[in-house]
């Protein structure tokens, strides 16, 4: 079986500084994972994927995660938070199966950024 | 084009009304989700259509109906719905069947039941 687990349920961060959020997955198989960003009122955009390529991932407006198999992480990282950056973010695992791919939502982590 | 577009952006309906939402994406995805969003939880699953099949039921209550025309419409159709209800509701879709695939949300229709 497939799980997610965001270990904070927030975060905050002075602008500038490193961002960090983190995630533990569960998975049987080879997993793919994925961090989305969700801002207020608004839907899910994917900022990465792992899919079994590289285990350091680069990810749209400066965000990174490295999958490491040992810890079973997928830690989102960003050298300098922006304002803009405050939202929730979701880690998620997907599972394919002849269904249809199954997708595993963490609770997510509320980053927010300080002035 | 990468987009899955949603309608319609907000709507608030009484228990008794019909309404419906709908979705709609031009990416080639053969898998097309809805999900509901409570305020501050992340998406729940409630319906999965694979080549327009319907795959995945998660116990939705029956006052809930999806349809999905063809390849690129999935509709939501509502029905005596309940105050508990009143959520944001996500449509996604992406490729299905071994190939490596991301999901791509529209913006969401935020529902209000009264």
């Known amino acids: 079986a497939q799980s997610v687990t965001q270990l904070d349920s927030h975060v905050s961060v002075s602008e500038g500084t490193p961002v960090l959020l983190r995630c533990n997955y569960s998975s049987s198989y080879s997993p793919s994972l994925f961090w989305y960003v969700q801002h207020p009122n608004k839907g899910l955009q994917l900022l990465l994927k792992?899919?079994?390529?590289?285990?350091l991932v680069k990810g749209i407006n400066g965000f990174e995660a490295e999958f490491k198999k040992s810890e079973t992480s997928f830690h989102l990282t960003k050298p300098s938070a922006h304002m803009s950056d405050a939202a929730e973010y979701f880690c998620?695992?997907?599972?394919?199966?002849?269904?249809?791919?199954?997708?595993?939502f963490g609770t997510g982590t509320s980053l927010t950024v300080i002035p | 084009d990468t987009e899955v577009t949603q309608t319609p952006k907000h709507l608030v309906m009484g228990m008794t009304n019909k309404k419906s939402l709908k979705c709609e994406q031009h990416m080639g995805h053969r898998a097309m989700y809805w999900y509901k969003q409570k305020a501050k939880k992340p998406p729940e699953l409630m319906f999965v259509?694979?080549?327009?099949?319907?795959?995945i039921n998660e116990s939705v209550p029956s006052r809930f109906s999806p349809e999905c025309p063809n390849s690129s419409l999935l509709n939501l159709h509502l029905h005596a719905l309940q105050p508990e209800d009143s959520a944001l509701y996500l449509c996604a879709s992406s490729h299905i069947l071994g190939q490596v695939a991301e999901q791509y949300f529209g913006p969401g229709t935020r529902l209000t039941v009264t």
């Open positions: 792992y899919t079994s390529a590289a285990t």
């Open positions: 259509y694979s080549y327009e099949k319907l795959s």
């Open positions: 998620v695992v997907s599972d394919i199966r002849n269904t249809g791919n199954q997708f595993y």
